[in-house]
Each structure stands twice: as structure tokens, then as C-alpha cells.
């Protein structure tokens, strides 16, 4: 397999309802797609830094620039060889993620490979969970999650933050006595809210996702002795080696996997790896993707150690269109894809519908 080029594509989407964080509200998704041309087919990966370096320090246009200047110079056919080539790059996560998906996606394609196959899948399926934003008042969320509940979503996930936490967390708890239920602070937080958020305890939530800033990782280990609720981190760990030196200092008992954060799904596969050495269960997170980035996250969450839901939702969930076919549920979970590669490529006529702009740059 040779590569010949890359096109990078900036996609406008709007989101289904505005989606507020404790870093900021999302109303339109603008993502960056990767297309590997090879001499044998092609492959897609999805970039899934936001417009703004918001969530982490990466953004849109920052990433589709290390592509093109930095990464694709050093862009190798062989997935592993790739990854290597990229790590005199530091930093970056997501956009190594974004082309060493395609570059996968191609290679995988051309062997007949599904991603679930390679990955080492052992579920046809996924349970699906869904992420509930921050709202203007308690009824709303209630009435939200009511919603994702009857459309058969199995766990229900709350963005929280400073002066909403404990109220909608004991709202939702007491009208759904039996839901699975977390809550995300997207690093909201300092060690001394340790007492708020102890207040939380009551509530049986599975995890606090990611309560304290990111590079906080002795004070995530201090929080989770003071909390009953278990401490998962999102943000933190940028590693499979980040991910076993906070699982042996106690700051997170649970882990959740994006491959975008920790620089593509080799790295992801050996977070989960050093996660189920060390006993510690693993979900799949994600960023609002399109049905690129989600094909692959599903086979993914199909490995062994992700033994609890993820942010693994239906397209209808982000996107009243999706680019590839939708994402759909079937008894609360998402069905892995088994045809080659990602399983799904984007729709021609609903990608250029949806496309902003495009650069096509030949190796
Ligand atoms: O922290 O998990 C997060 C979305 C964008 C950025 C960060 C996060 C999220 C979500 C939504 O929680 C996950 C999803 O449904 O894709
Ligand atoms: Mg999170």
C-alpha cells in the first residue's frame, strides 16, 4: 500500500440541541475529516478536536495544520510503523488519532479487516449510554432524560459543574430510582470542593468523571479517598503509561477511553490492555462525532474490559443527519460494524451538503 495524498474536509453540523459543559455550549459540531487516497482504496479517520481549544488544547484548524505540515510528511502505509513515525511530533493527540485512523481504515480495507476483527471485538453489540448537557432548570433535565430513557438508552450520564450538581444529581436519582447514573465535571472543580462534592455520595453513582483539573492527578488520588463515588478520569490520561501510573497513585478506579485523547486507537487498545491488567474497567467516551468516528469507537467499546456503557449514543442523538448511515439503537445498544475497515464510509451527496471546506494535498 502506497499513499498518494490526503484530503482534509471541514464538516459544519448542527447538534439536535444545544450541548452545555462545564467549558462551554456547543450548538454546531465542526469537524475535520481524513481521507487516506492509497494506491489501493481509501480510508477515513475523523479528527475529533472542537472549533476551540476548549476541551483540550487542541482545535480544528490547529489540528488540520500539524496534519498537513508535521504529521503527513511522516505518514507511513504500515498503522504501527505510522504511529511511530509520529512521535517526534509531541503533542497532538487528536490529530495523530485522525491519521492514523484513515491510514487504518485503509489498510484494514484492503486486507478485508474490520476494525471490531483488529481491535479484538467479543460483542456484536454495544450498550449505549447517552451524556445529558447542563440545562436552565431541573424540569428540563428531567424531562430530557426522561426522553433518552424511553428511546432505551441504559445509562444516563450528567455534566455537572459549580451550582449544578447536587440538585439535578438528587432530581434525576429520585424520579429514576434504578438508573444507571454518573455525572462529568469536565475539571470543574478544585480539592477543596471535596465536601460538595462528597455530598454526591448518596446518590450511587457509578464514577465522578473527571473532577479536577487534568494535570491533577495527586489531587484526583487525595478526592478519591474523601469520596465514596468512584473517581474516573477523561481528560488525564493521554497514555496507556499516564493511565497505569494514576491507577497505581489511586486517582481513578475507572477509565474512560477516547482514542482522540490518548493519539489513536493502538494507544487506546493499550489503555484498555493496562487497564484490565490492573482490574480496572474501562468505557468509551466520545466528542459528539459523526458516524466516522462513531463506526470505530463502537468495535472499540467491543473489547473485553469495557464492561460499562459508554458515550457510545445514536446518531439521532447529535446530528438530525449524520454523514454515514445512522447510527441507530436496538435494545439501548449500537450494533458493531463487520464490513471492512470502519464498516460505513460517509454519503457523497450528504458529505458535500455538510462539507464548509477542502484541502487535498498530494504526498
Ligand atoms: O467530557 O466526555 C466529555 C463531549 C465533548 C467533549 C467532552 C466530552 C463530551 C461528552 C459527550 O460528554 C460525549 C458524546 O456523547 O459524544
Ligand atoms: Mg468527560
Redesign the pocket.
Known sequence: MRIEGVELRWVGLPLVSP?R?SFGT?TDRVILLVRVVTDVGEGWGECVA?AEPV?SSEYVDGAAHVIREFLLPLAHPDPWRAEQAFRPVRGHPMAKAALEAAILDAWLRSRGVSFGEFLGAVRPAVPAG??VGIMDSVPELLAAVEGYLAEGYLRI?L?IEPGWDEEPVRAVRERFPDVLLQA?A?AAYTLRDAPRLARLDPFDLLLV??PLPEDDIAGHAELARRLRTPVCL??SITSARIAADAIARGATSIV?V?PGRVGGFLEARRVHDVCAAHGVPVWC?????TGVGRAANVALAALPNFTLPG???ASA??YREDVTEPFVLEDGHLRVPEGPGLGVVPDAERLAAFTLRKQYIPL
Open positions: 450541548f459543559t456547543e472542537m476541551y447517552v451524556s450520564k455534566k462529568d469536565n468523571e473527571q477523561d481528560e474512560n477516547k467516551g466520545g466528542m459528539l462525532e458515550d457510545t449514543s442523538r447529535y
